[in-house]
């Protein structure tokens, strides 16, 4: 557990009001060359759920990023209340820096009601988190390479079930599954942990689409970039316990590559759907 790491997220994701329907919000102090994707997505579906009534929980969101965030300067959301219905209420968000948007999301509220009910099942077989190593152990053989990276706090704890994109080899198949939970207690708002799993949802996804290729972004001969990523929650969870997102890649074609995922509770209940697409480029 790292609850100072969590603590620090939980901030992070707390915005500044600077004005009706307008939020400022803060990047970690990181050498970072951009601000992180889920960073920014959920940042500013934080600034879209404080405009829509209590009673209304996030259903999905859709969102494109459109120019790499600058990390030394605030980011800017502005909200649009497009509409607001008896059963559903859509948001708008544009995530500004130096007068440019880069970043947009447009968000939907639902308040809650009975209807059918049904879903995949989650997959069989895989070890349990308790079994996996974490960061820190799974990484120790490359300590010397990631220097600094290797002990930062980390408010996300992330268990492979299989081998990680780090491991390269070009007949692995595409897909990976991938224990998390926040590396600590969260607070009991439920908007937070679907603002918490947005967050983590960008982590790994776009990784998935090089596991055919024998390539790795942490080799540093791939350039990668989220393009959009959408998300569905379809039922209520819990960010600070484990969560399963099996993850696979149909395509990768054009210098795009698309990932999917499903995230499941540990009892199996699906909660949330996940897309993304980014570019995947052979470093020049």
């Not at 329907?21 to 601000?35: A, K, M, T, Y």
């Not at 997102?245 to 909660?271: F, I, K, N």
Request: with cysteine; net charge negative; aromatic share 10%.
């Amino acid at each position: 557990m790292d609850q100072t790491a969590v603590d620090a997220l939980i901030d992070l994701l707390d915005l500044e009001a600077i004005e009706v329907n307008i939020f400022r919000g803060l990047s970690p102090d990181e050498d970072r060359q951009r601000v992180f994707g889920g960073q920014v997505a959920g940042q500013a579906l934080v600034a879209a759920a404080r405009t829509v009534e209590p009673d209304h929980g996030v259903h999905s969101l859709h969102a494109y990023f459109l120019r790499p965030g600058d990390p030394n300067v605030p980011i800017i959301y502005e909200v649009d209340r497009v509409r607001d219905g008896r059963s559903f209420a859509t948001r708008r968000v544009k995530a500004v820096q130096h007068g440019r948007s880069i970043f947009t999301l447009s968000a939907s509220f639902q308040r809650a009601e009975e209807g059918f009910d049904h879903s995949f099942d989650a997959p069989a077989g895989l070890p349990r988190p308790d079994d996996l190593p974490d960061f820190r152990t799974r990484m120790a053989p490359y300590k010397d390479v990631l220097g600094d990276w290797y002990d930062q706090p980390r408010p996300i704890d992330t268990r492979y079930c299989e081998e990680g994109p780090w491991e390269r080899r070009e007949d692995k198949p595409p897909f990976q599954n991938v224990w998390l939970r926040a590396n600590g207690e969260l607070p009991d708002d439920p908007v937070l942990h679907i603002c918490v799993l947005t967050y983590a949802s960008d982590m790994t996804l776009l990784d998935t689409s090089l596991l055919p290729h024998g390539s790795a972004f942490s080799a540093g001969d791939v350039f990668m970039a989220s393009l959009d990523h959408a998300m569905w929650f379809h039922r209520p969870f819990r960010a600070d316990r484990w969560l399963l997102y099996a993850q696979d890649t149909p395509s990768a074609s054009g210098g795009r590559g698309l990932g999917r995922g499903l995230v499941y509770a540990e009892d199996g209940t699906l909660v949330a759907s996940v897309v993304q697409e980014g570019v995947i480029r052979t470093a020049r």
